[in-house]
């Protein structure tokens, strides 16, 4: 079974910190790497992905792949209360599957 | 540009009744996926299709579980009967290719609740 893993948390940080979300894969022939947010009640929102080893930048957040490890984050600069939701990592393989983990759910302390 | 579109938002039902929901995906996504989402858990895929086509069927319960994408746009999904343990979000999303990989985006969802 092709997996995706993440740590469920709740990982809390302070606001105006770096939160850092961690994901592992176990199928090799991944391409892509997917981050959606997920606030509580509502559906996946698209925040990023990266396919290439190294890091992403889009505003305050940051992806990093490294393909050795099987090893997916995702850093969020700045962390304001409203980041406050579960993020699910998301592996594509390449022939439109999609396999996601359960989620982390990140809260921002004002 | 619109997003994918899903209705019902929520739908209560007793066990046994049938029950189907709608998805309208993002205006020339050829790739279309029904997930469900069960409380603390990710997204599971049920079925996607290419165009017309269902091409992964393989986790979709098809002794109670249907779906179609007549004409390649939109998409229902019914389930008959439902039973308590269908309670989840049912999530629809599309895709497509942008630059060098599919992205995928997803609707709003249909919680459906089965008493």
């Known amino acids: 079974q092709k997996e995706v893993e993440q740590n469920s948390g709740p990982l809390s940080v302070p606001e105006g910190a770096i939160a850092s979300l961690n994901c592992t894969y176990s199928?090799?022939?991944?391409?892509?790497f997917f981050w959606y947010r997920q606030y509580s009640g509502k559906s996946p929102e698209l925040i990023m992905f990266?396919?290439?080893?190294g890091d992403k930048e889009d505003g305050r957040f940051t992806a990093q792949l490294n393909k050795a490890s099987q090893y997916v984050s995702l850093l969020i600069r700045d962390s304001q209360p409203s980041d406050s939701a579960t993020y699910l990592c998301?592996?594509?393989?390449?022939?439109?599957?999609?396999?996601f983990g359960t989620g982390t759910r990140l809260k921002v302390l004002a | 540009e619109a997003g994918v579109v899903q209705s019902p938002r929520y739908k209560i039902i007793e066990k046994k009744q049938p029950v189907a929901f709608w998805c309208n995906p993002i205006?020339?996504?050829?790739?279309l996926y029904w997930y469900l989402q069960n409380l603390g858990q990710g997204p599971e895929l049920l079925i996607r299709?290419?165009?017309?086509?269902?091409?992964?069927d393989s986790q979709l319960p098809k002794d109670r579980f249907s779906a179609e994408r007549l004409k390649g746009v939109d998409s229902t999904l019914k389930i008959q009967p439902a039973e308590l343990g269908d309670s989840a979000v049912y999530l629809c999303?599309?895709?497509?290719?942008?630059?060098?990989?599919?992205?995928?985006?997803f609707g709003p969802g249909t919680r459906l609740t089965v008493l």
């Open positions: 999303a599309s895709s497509a290719i942008f630059g060098s990989t599919d992205t995928q985006y």
């Open positions: 199928d090799r022939g991944s391409q892509s």
């Open positions: 990266i396919y290439s080893n």
């Open positions: 998301a592996s594509y393989s390449g022939t439109y599957k999609y396999i």
């Open positions: 205006s020339g996504h050829n790739t």
């Open positions: 299709y290419e165009n017309e086509e269902a091409v992964d």
